[in-house]
């Protein structure tokens, strides 16, 4: 494993935000110049990033192809964006800084994750992160966890805490091409090329992936189709989040019901909920291998 690697100063002071409705695709062909950062797109609606000014460039891509209509435009700093000035911050054995932040800034650990977040939505700092970071740590202190697969892994972060605890093979996976991108970015940051491998593609689709255990920090919508699916079931160990209480009451009705165990919920701020269970039996993704 190399050497992470660091930046000097945060990405960029400040973003211009093109929030538009339709697909405009990846962005670099419309927009090959450098001040274009990236694409994120949601169903129908997309936000497009700059670190520049490009009102009038957009303006002229949504005139030129029909189905795109540009609804508003944002200026802000990168802080704002990301909801707040990131800081070092420790979780269990993990310390997070961000790759830019000095080394005598933090606390500099065995388990110390160094994250880029880019313009994705997600620091390391929401609850749910937090207390998946937490089951991590607890889960890895007893059991020896050989394959991962996280999905809706955003910034990657998530994965890297995985690796970095000694798991040999970790998937993450996201639906958004830019997140992707960003966990590519955080890996080569980490020096875990070849630990972590990050792929685009859908979770209800990629959960059929042989694993030892899941981790899925993502919307409710598509966390009760992937407890609903038979391969959720072969997973030995699971760790699900994003689930405010009503959709977290949801969930727990549904486990109730499948031959799972919870053996953990943590609850922050009476709103976030965070469960780390397993799966008595199953196979898990070493011994799929062995049996195949």
């Known amino acids: 494993m190399t050497s992470p690697s660091r930046q000097s100063t945060p990405p960029r002071e400040d973003l211009y935000i093109y929030y538009l409705q339709g697909r405009p695709g990846d962005g670099r062909d419309l927009f090959p110049d450098r001040g274009f950062i990236g694409n994120w797109q949601e169903e129908e609606t997309a936000f497009l990033f700059f670190d520049r ?3 009038d460039r957009v303006e002229r891509m949504a005139h030129d192809h029909p189905g795109l209509d540009l609804l508003d435009h944002f200026h802000m700093s990168y802080a704002d964006w990301q909801g707040g000035g990131m800081a070092p911050f420790t979780e269990g054995r993990f310390a997070v ?3 830019w932040a000095a080394p005598e800034t933090h606390r500099e650990t065995d388990h110390t994750l160094l994250l880029d977040p880019g313009v994705v939505f997600g620091a390391g700092t929401h609850p749910t992160t ?6 991590l740590d607890a889960l890895f202190r007893k059991e020896r966890i050989e ?12 994965a890297l805490g995985a ?5 040999e093979r970790t998937l993450a996976v996201d639906l958004n091409r830019l997140s992707v991108e960003t966990a590519r ?3 080569r940051l980490n020096g875990m090329d070849g630990v972590v ?3 685009q593609g859908g979770a209800e689709a990629m959960i059929g992936c042989p694993a030892d255990l899941v981790v899925a920090n993502i919307h409710y919508d598509v966390m009760k189709d992937l407890i609903h699916s038979p391969f959720f079931l072969e997973k030995r160990w699971f760790i699900l989040s994003g689930l405010l209480r009503s959709e977290a009451a949801a969930v727990e009705a549904a486990l109730a019901v499948l031959p799972v165990e919870i053996l953990e919920k943590r609850t922050r701020d009476h709103i ?5 269970g397993t799966t008595p039996g199953a196979m898990g993704g070493n011994d799929r291998r062995d049996r195949a």
């Open 53 to 55: 000014p490009a009102l």
């Open 163 to 167: 690796a970095r605890l000694g798991c």
């Open 272 to 276: 976030w909920s965070t469960y780390l």
């Open 130 to 135: 937090r207390d998946c970071l937490g089951l």
């Open 197 to 199: 491998l990050a792929v």
């Open 147 to 158: 394959s991962a697969l996280d999905l809706g892994t955003g910034t990657g972060l998530l």
């Open 97 to 99: 800084a961000p790759a």
């Open 185 to 187: 970015k955080n890996i």
